[in-house]
């Protein structure tokens, strides 16, 4: 019974390259949430799908980020030409439902780091 | 918007009880729920309070009151591995589908 799954665990990027992150809900749930931790800081919403749709981006910057949820697949957020202030930790979270529980399942995160 | 607020931290000695509280200055909102994050580790889902009043589960307690903004998580018999971080967090009811976060309380356990 695998719970959220997330890769890499760690990621090293030198400054303008691409880092792509992916996130496997747990079975079964269809929403798929992505934060941003940095240390020492609570966790800031970033974006919000569902399989093939991506329902509330509002907590994404406008350029250099973006995500998405295939039919088939992960969920990947994907960040191009990263900056150093990109260096954080990206959880992913996943629930079966809105509207009828506020538990979320969080993934072990990836920890960006950009050189 | 929301916000909220809670101590950075807290130290405490095994076997004690601990409250961590948890402020907060919303437009409106669903519940209050609460999440531990060990260092280096994912937030794990500890309590969900709904309703104003005292929810429990084993050794953590949660508490909501809606008119004095207000909620906290009571740890009762402390062990060396609560060590962790606490977030509390809500569900906007402006925007449905956001859940905000507190910045956390680091609670320390000392034996």
């Known amino acids: 019974n695998a719970g959220v799954m997330q890769n890499p665990r760690h990621l090293v990027r030198r400054r303008g390259q691409e880092a792509r992150l992916r996130c496997s809900p747990m079975?079964?749930?269809?929403?798929v949430y992505w934060y941003r931790q940095l240390p020492e800081e609570g966790l800031k919403f970033m974006v919000y799908?569902?399989?093939?749709?991506?329902?509330?981006e509002s907590g994404m910057p406008k350029e250099r980020f973006s995500a998405e949820f295939p039919k088939e697949g992960p969920s990947i957020l994907r960040i191009q030409q990263v900056v150093r202030g990109d260096s954080a930790a990206y959880f992913c979270?996943?629930?079966?439902?809105?509207?009828?529980?506020?538990?979320?399942?969080f993934g072990p995160g990836t920890r960006l780091t950009v050189l | 918007g929301q916000s909220l607020e809670q101590p950075s931290e807290v130290t405490a000695v095994e076997g004690a009880i601990v409250q961590i509280n948890c402020t907060y200055q919303?437009?409106?909102?669903?519940?209050l729920s609460w999440y531990q994050q060990h260092d280096g580790g994912a937030p794990t889902f500890l309590s969900y309070?709904?309703?104003?009043g005292l929810e429990e589960t084993g050794r953590f307690s949660s508490f909501l009151s809606r008119s004095d903004s207000y909620g906290y998580l009571l740890l009762q018999e402390l062990q060396m591995k609560d060590s962790a971080s606490y977030f509390c967090?809500?569900?906007?009811?402006?925007?449905?589908?956001?859940?905000?976060f507190g910045s956390g309380t680091k609670l320390n356990v000392k034996p």
């Open positions: 979270a996943s629930s079966s439902q809105t509207g009828t529980t506020d538990t979320q399942y």
């Open positions: 079975k079964g749930h269809s929403h």
């Open positions: 309070n709904g309703l104003d």
């Open positions: 967090a809500v569900r906007a009811r402006d925007n449905f589908n956001k859940f905000y």
């Open positions: 799908l569902q399989k093939e749709n991506i329902i509330d």
């Open positions: 919303t437009s409106g909102f669903y519940g």
